[in-house]
Structure formats: C-alpha cells, structure tokens
C-alpha cells in the first residue's frame, strides 16, 4: 500500500511538473510572439519616417527645379531637355528608393501579421486549457498536439493589400512626373 502512494503521489508531482511546464512554454510562445510583433511595429514606423523623409527630399529638389526654370532668363524652349532629363533621372532614382522602402515596410507588415496569428493562436490555446482543467478536466486527457503551436501566415488575399499601397504611391509618382513635365514644357516654350 505505502508503494502505491508513494506511486500515486509521483505521479502527482510529474502532473504538476509537466503541466507548469506546458503553461511556462505556452506564456513563452506568447511572450516571443508579443515582443517581436513590437519589434515589427518599431521597424515598419522608422521605414515610414524614412518614406517621408524621402518624399520631403523629393519634393524640395521638385520646388528647386521648377524655381530656377521660372526665373532664369537664359532657358528657352530649345532647352527644355536639361529640365526633362534631371526630372526623369529625379524621378528614376526616387522611384527606386520609394520600392525599397515600400518592399521593407511590406515585408515587415507581413512578419507582423504572421506573429500576431501565432500569438492569437498561442493566446487562444492557453485559454482553452485553463478553462478545460478549471472545469475539472484531467491534464492527462490534454495532447500533446494542444502545445505545439506552428507559425501562422495570413491567407493570400492578405497580399492584395500591399498591391493596393503599391499602387497608390506609383500612380502620385507618375502623376508628379507628368505634371513636372508638362509644367516646364508650358512653363519653357510657352
């Protein structure tokens, strides 16, 4: 009889162990999954500073160009391919460095979004378990498959978002360029 209890509360104890361990492991998934949705976050705001900051660049080089056609006296018509060419070189480079940045934020923003699924599905599980063992449920009738929690992605329409955004700047990218060009053709020849 002494062997059985002492059998008994073994097995007791290895419950307790195993499932504290469970819990730590899952409050570990969900930490990770936290902190790293943060450290996305934090990425993707400093590569929109960085967007901004190339637009407010852009823009003041587009203020300059379009300040020294209206006043200089010397450009005639005949020489409105010097403006033309700096504002497609202008354009080209701007339109290169505004795809990086846009494919950071866009591959940051798709991390993000898979690190929140995971902590959700994570969240979601711990959840499930405490309420099963609160309501009286053996921890032994819990699988091993209810801990493993695999990284999460969205579904492909999640995609169509950063088509969308992709879009919207190269479209006001090349409305600029053809405004810009228009405007020193009128502003040269006219």
Known sequence: MADYENHHHLHQQQQVVSR?????????????????TLEKKRSIDLQKKELHKLFQI???????????QSISSRLQCRHCWIP???????????????????RCINGF???????????????EK?????????????????????????Y??????????FKRNWALHFGFLIL???FMISSS?????F
Do not use: W
């Open 84 to 102: 033309i060419t700096l504002l497609s070189m202008a354009h080209l480079i701007f339109y290169v460095s505004v795809a990086q940045t846009l």
């Open 58 to 68: 852009f823009f003041i080089f587009l203020t300059l160009l379009f300040m020294a």
């Open 176 to 178: 600029i360029y053809g």
């Open 109 to 123: 923003k798709y991390q993000r979004r898979c690190h929140k699924l995971t902590l959700g599905l994570a969240t």
């Open 185 to 189: 053709v009128v502003l040269l020849c």
């Open 152 to 161: 999460q992605e969205p579904p492909e329409s999640y995609f169509g978002k």
């Open 20 to 36: 504290e361990t469970a819990f730590q492991a899952l409050n570990t998934i969900i930490q990770l999954h936290f902190e790293k």
């Open 126 to 150: 711990l959840r499930d378990m405490k309420m099963r063992l609160s309501g009286g449920a053996d921890f032994e009738a819990i699988g091993d498959e209810e801990f493993e929690i695999h």
